[in-house]
């Protein structure tokens, strides 16, 4: 399984989306602002914003938080001017990290990435360093338990979904960027428990860490996802299973 996907299994079974239900919070209102800023505040005419909306109500946020985020974004409140700013880097073993952040203060905010970098034996490069290592995809997880698949993948599949894969505990469908809230407004219309819908960056190819090397990744991985300003992670490792369960557990 590569970074990305391996990634989201171990943060679902470790149970850390619930336990950071407010970090979570704090990252969805700052792209919900953002893009409200940038597109609109109606979600019929931006698909950027419909996205924000139901991957922050797959989270369970209150529909009060949602509304005020929107109104920050589109000036009807007054809120925190938030830029769009990423960082490259290297991680152990030459593993390639990519990470999108929202930041109010980008001097701050490079200074601490570049901190826990080095912390966890890793280097900040320069821009474009592993961008280039990367394709963008809509990548959206749905909840398997319950679900008949042959019809899960009919929907999905007929919706534009480009691959479809079957986790330990969801099944994970691949879009390109355009199709993703297409694909995902189809799968909710049928009623499919989304845990989460979002474009991410996807390694073209990964790099094998062994466990010490694995051990130091997920350490990196985790301070990284605990910055305020990082909204998202992307890494090409690969972990086997019976490492990657030994850590996680």
């Not at 920050?72 to 490259?88: C, D, S």
């Not at 280097?123 to 019809?151: H, P, Q, S, T, Y």
């Not at 929907?155 to 079957?166: P, R």
């Amino acid at each position: 399984m590569s970074g990305h996907s391996k990634w989201a299994t171990i943060k679902r079974k470790k149970g850390k989306l619930d336990a950071a239900r407010g970090r979570i919070f704090t990252r969805l209102i700052k792209e919900i602002t953002v893009v409200a800023r940038d597109g609109g505040g109606d979600p019929d005419t931006n698909a950027r914003l419909r996205t924000a909306i139901a991957t922050a109500k797959a989270a369970n946020m209150p529909a009060d938080n949602i509304k005020k985020a929107i109104k920050k974004g589109t000036g009807e409140l007054p809120g925190v001017n938030y830029e769009e700013a990423t960082f490259e880097g290297y991680g152990p073993n030459g593993v390639a990290v990519f990470i999108d952040c929202l930041t109010d203060n980008r001097n701050r905010t490079v200074a601490e990435v570049r901190h826990i970098f080095g912390k966890y034996n890793g280097n900040l490069g320069e821009n474009g360093c592993v961008a280039w290592m990367f394709d963008r995809k809509g990548i959206i997880a749905v909840k398997a338990d319950g679900i008949d698949e042959d019809a899960f993948m009919e929907i999905a599949l007929e919706a534009g979904a480009a691959d479809i894969q079957t986790q330990e505990d969801a099944f994970e469908v691949t879009t390109e960027p355009n199709d993703l809230e297409q694909v995902r407004g189809a799968l909710e219309k049928s009623e499919m428990p989304i845990l989460e819908a979002e474009v991410r960056r996807i390694p073209q190819n990964t790099v094998k860490l062994d466990r010490k090397g694995a051990e130091s990744m997920m350490k990196l991985m985790d301070a990284l996802e605990d910055q305020d300003d990082v909204q998202q992670v992307s890494a090409n490792f690969d972990i086997d299973d019976a490492v990657l369960e030994e850590l996680s557990g």
